[in-house]
T-cell receptor, first 107, second 113 residues
Framework: AQRVTQPEKLLSVFKGAPVELKCNYS??????LFWYVQYSRQRLQLLLR??SRESIKGFTADLNKGETSFHLKKPFAQEEDSAMYYC?????????FGSGTKLNVKP | SAVISQKPSRDICQRGTSLTIQCQVD?????MFWYRQQPGQSLTLIAT?????????ESGFVIDKFPISRPNLTFSTLTVSNLSPEDSSIYLC??????????FGQGTRLTVV
């Protein structure tokens, strides 16, 4: 069975500091992994997906199959990055989400 | 990209009643799903809404409690039946187009009193 784990419920950093939101997964097949973000009073939206290998809003995430991780990173956090972040795994288009990490970027 | 509209955005319902949530996508999609997000928790997949046939439910969810319809490629409904306070949650509709990632409606916040 698939499982996504985000160990941190809350992560607080100062503006300009590096950020790393952790995500680990368990899945028997070849996973497709995503990060979704939910800003205050907005709907859940895609931030990035591992197969795209792109950087969105300065965020990157690398799939590490050996460590079964897909951590989200940004070198310099901005206040507007404050939001709820969810790591998700897709299995035939069904998405399974981690419990989420609330990122709070302080001025 | 496509946009999902959910109605109602919120509702307060009495115990024992039912609530039907509508999900409308502004373009045809491959797949549609329903999720539940209980207070302080993550999203849990309830079922896959199949066009023209019965929905496929995840473990722990049954058709009698969560009947789902999907009459065409752009519309689906989720009914939460025989409501109890434990059903108070946010219910989210999601869709997938081809190889793109899932996108979501704004959610329906249900409070059962």
């Amino acid at each position: 069975a698939q499982r996504v784990t985000q160990p941190e419920k809350l992560l607080s950093v100062f503006k300009g500091a590096p950020v790393e939101l952790k995500c680990n997964y368990s899945y028997s097949g070849s996973p497709e992994l995503f990060w979704y973000v939910q800003y205050s009073r907005q709907r859940l939206q895609l931030l990035l997906r591992h197969i795209s290998r792109e950087s969105i809003k300065g965020f990157t995430a690398d799939l590490n199959k050996g460590e079964t991780s897909f951590h989200l990173k940004k070198p310099f956090a901005q206040e507007e990055d404050s939001a709820m972040y969810y790591c998700a795994l897709s299995n035939f288009n069904k998405f399974y989400f981690g419990s989420g990490t609330k990122l709070n970027v302080k001025p | 990209s496509a946009v999902i509209s959910q109605k109602p955005s919120r509702d307060i319902c009495q115990r024992g009643t039912s609530l039907t949530i509508q999900c409308q996508v502004d373009s045809q999609v491959t797949m549609m799903f329903w999720y539940r997000q209980q207070p302080g928790q993550s999203l849990t997949l309830i079922a896959t809404a199949n066009q023209g046939s019965e929905a496929t439910y995840e473990s722990g969810f049954v058709i009698d409690k969560f009947p789902i319809s999907r009459p065409n490629l752009t519309f689906s409904t989720l009914t939460v039946s025989n409501l109890s306070p434990e059903d108070s949650s946010i219910y989210l509709c999601s869709a997938v187009q081809g190889e793109k990632a899932a996108f979501f409606g704004q959610g329906t916040r249900l409070t059962v009193v």
